[in-house]
């Protein structure tokens, strides 16, 4: 059995028995409600676990062709008369579409000009047409880059564009506006779409709530969440859709790194074998600064030291971070909740290798499932 310490650095590390518990959390919600929970797999595309996954909720959402026939091919297999493949896309290509109606089962336009162009051919194959609209209601702070409710967002119909004759062809509305958010974001959301959009509900079959519920975050008010989802269930007689993306692999993966060079510029840094810039996009992008294990707040601990990376972007910063000892060339440091947006958005910018995958079983065992190389680097070129 391959042991901790034995794993090549960089590599990923995704813990089976904690997507478990959160898919566990997931299934209460389902079953206490009459909700459909889909991975949203933009956040965790791992399909090794696809048939996990899809044992506790009720499919998966793509935003485009191809993640839409991952889930076709990797979790609809497990169980083909219960589990539902969702897409959503600002706009769909005309030459994908044949495809993509082969493999989705609910199909989520973001424009009327969409819903016209491609909706007759969803209904004749019998699809389920959805649109998303925009209940211009923020309610995020500080992350306007995910933000689809900003001002001039690309994403979903806002009520002024809402053409009504639309809506006969319409089986569902879909509107995703949160991020890393409880429930009483939802609630206010909520109160926004049927001021602007209750007209129509009732004539509908289902509304999705998005992505964006911290669910399986500590704290969540998980009862504020399912009074939501049955009330618009009892009141306007709808199926409701969930597509959470970061609950389902919630603190439920590491990025195993070592310790390449110890440098001295008015504080201690110290170069890590992994990169913000091409392993972990989202701690510069959001910005955050990820857990790392046995570590504090600069200061906190005796040695405070900058975390960066190999390559030559100077902004290759993790954070700063202190321990309870200097660090030293070869020291191994385990950095948390690595598996969402990690996977799905890592890049070889500068040639740097992709991290090696695993998977640490429920029995304990870790197990390669992918390593990378030279040829995958430069096949993408």
């Keep these: 059995m391959m042991k901790w310490e034995e794993l090549p650095t960089p590599c990923y590390v995704v813990d089976e028995a904690k997507i478990e518990e959160n ?110 609209i925009n209940p211009e209601c923020s309610t995020q702070e500080g992350h306007a880059i995910y933000d689809p409710c900003a001002e001039s967002s690309r994403l979903g119909v806002t009520i002024g564009n809402f053409e009504e004759e639309i809506a006969e062809m319409l089986d569902g509305l879909h509107f995703h506006t949160l991020c890393e958010q409880d429930a009483d974001a939802l609630e206010i959301t909520l109160q926004a779409v049927e001021e602007k959009f209750g007209k129509w509900l009732p004539g509908m079959k289902w509304i999705n709530f998005g992505g964006g519920h911290h669910i399986t975050k500590a704290g969540y008010q998980i009862e504020r969440l399912e009074n939501a989802i ?44 992994t990169s913000a810039a091409c392993h972990m996009p989202d701690v510069l992008e959001m910005p955050y600064r990820p857990p790392l294990t046995d570590s504090g707040q600069p200061q906190e601990k005796p040695y405070t030291y900058r975390l960066g990376g190999p390559t030559c972007l100077a902004g290759d910063i993790i954070g700063a971070y202190s321990f309870d000892v200097p660090l030293q060339e070869g020291d191994r440091l385990v950095f948390e909740d690595m598996a969402i947006y990690t996977m799905v958005k890592n890049n070889t910018f500068n040639g740097m290798p992709l991290p090696s995958i695993f998977i640490k079983e429920i029995n304990g065992e870790l197990r390669l499932i992918r390593q990378f190389g030279y040829d995958d680097f430069k096949s993408r070129l």
């Design 23 to 132: 898919l566990k959390i997931l299934k209460g919600v389902m079953d206490r409600t009459g909700a459909h929970i889909l991975l949203a797999q933009k956040a965790f595309s791992m399909y090794e676990l696809y048939p996990l996954i899809g044992s506790y909720l009720s499919g998966a959402t793509a935003s485009g062709l191809y993640e839409a026939r991952l889930c076709y091919e990797e979790m609809l297999p497990a169980a083909p008369e219960r589990l539902e493949s969702h897409i959503f896309s600002p706009a769909f290509r005309p030459e994908e579409f044949p495809e993509i109606l082969s493999c989705c089962d609910h199909i989520i336009f973001n424009s009327c000009t969409q819903v016209r162009k491609f909706g007759k051919a969803c209904k004749e194959a019998g699809k389920s047409v959805g649109l998303r």
């Design 230 to 273: 049955r009330r618009m269930r009892e009141t306007y007689e709808l199926d409701v859709y969930l597509e959470p993306g970061e609950a389902v692999a919630l603190n439920a993966g590491y990025l195993v790194t070592t310790v390449l060079e110890i440098l001295h510029n008015n504080m201690d840094i110290a170069i890590l074998d």
